[in-house]
């Protein structure tokens, strides 16, 4: 089966620049996950949808970053404008499930967006 | 909140070594355990699961006991090999509290295994 898609695989902006990811999860997956990966440390949800709500954003630094599912599939992640300190690896993750159902799921991860902020 | 704390690393074996990743964490309530495995230029990817305290997860020779009276998850094989060579991740999910369904990582530890 296909996996989890992302766009770019690289990308380098200057600070206060704007810059927008991309995730196409597994199809049929209804959890979709935005994490960043700073390096040397371990990935930190920033986002869940489950289909096209959002059930957790605790995390995310809404006065620079927004996220949207629209129609419940293809995600994207934007950040405007872009700190030094969201030089990090992006990562989307999908899973069939969220609830109790899928509780034990794996997630399934795509390769990443390595973002660099000059 | 709930934390996963996993040994300093980098980790560096000779092939056909033992290996151990220690992993330990704090939660409320029963969570679930994982290990994820991150291959060079890859996503990362599930190694194995236990969801109930003394359930043992295993997978391409790796094995995990949950326990939960030493709140630990620790990482072993018996003979390692170049192809092992890998980022390690400790997880847990939590079904309690504000953490329903958050999978929380450790902080990665890199494992270089040479011939």
């Known amino acids: 089966e296909a996996g989890v898609a992302q766009s770019p695989r690289y990308k380098i902006i200057e600070k206060r620049q704007s810059v927008a990811f991309w995730c196409n999860p597994i199809?049929?997956?209804?959890?979709l996950y935005w994490y960043q990966q700073i390096l040397g440390q371990g990935p930190k949800l920033l986002i869940q949808?489950?289909?096209?709500?959002?059930?957790?954003d605790s995390q995310l630094p809404k006065d620079r970053f927004s996220a949207e599912r629209l129609k419940g599939v293809d995600s994207t992640l934007k950040i405007q404008p872009a700190k030094l300190e969201d030089s990090a690896v992006y990562l989307c993750?999908?899973?069939?499930?969220?609830?109790?159902?899928?509780?034990?799921?794996?997630?399934?991860f795509g390769s990443g967006t390595q973002l660099s902020v000059l | 909140g709930d934390s996963v704390t996993q040994m300093e690393g980098p980790v560096t074996l000779s092939e056909e070594a033992f290996l151990t990743i220690n992993c330990t964490y704090t939660a409320t309530g029963y969570p679930s355990l994982f290990w994820y495995v991150q291959y060079p230029g890859e996503g990362l990817q599930l190694l194995l699961k236990?969801?109930?305290?003394?359930d043992k997860g295993s997978n391409k020779g790796f094995e995990a006991t949950y326990r939960k009276e030493t709140t630990s998850f620790h990482l072993e094989k018996g003979s390692v090999q170049v192809s092992d060579s890998a980022v390690y991740f400790c997880?847990?999910?939590?079904?309690?509290?504000?953490?329903?369904?958050?999978?929380?990582f450790g902080q990665g530890t890199i494992l270089t295994v040479h011939p």
């Open positions: 997880a847990l999910k939590n079904a309690g509290g504000t953490s329903y369904g958050k999978l929380t």
């Open positions: 993750a999908s899973s069939l499930d969220w609830g109790p159902r899928g509780f034990n799921e794996k997630l399934f």
């Open positions: 236990a969801t109930k305290a003394d």
């Open positions: 199809s049929g997956h209804a959890t």
């Open positions: 949808f489950q289909n096209n709500g959002v059930v957790d």
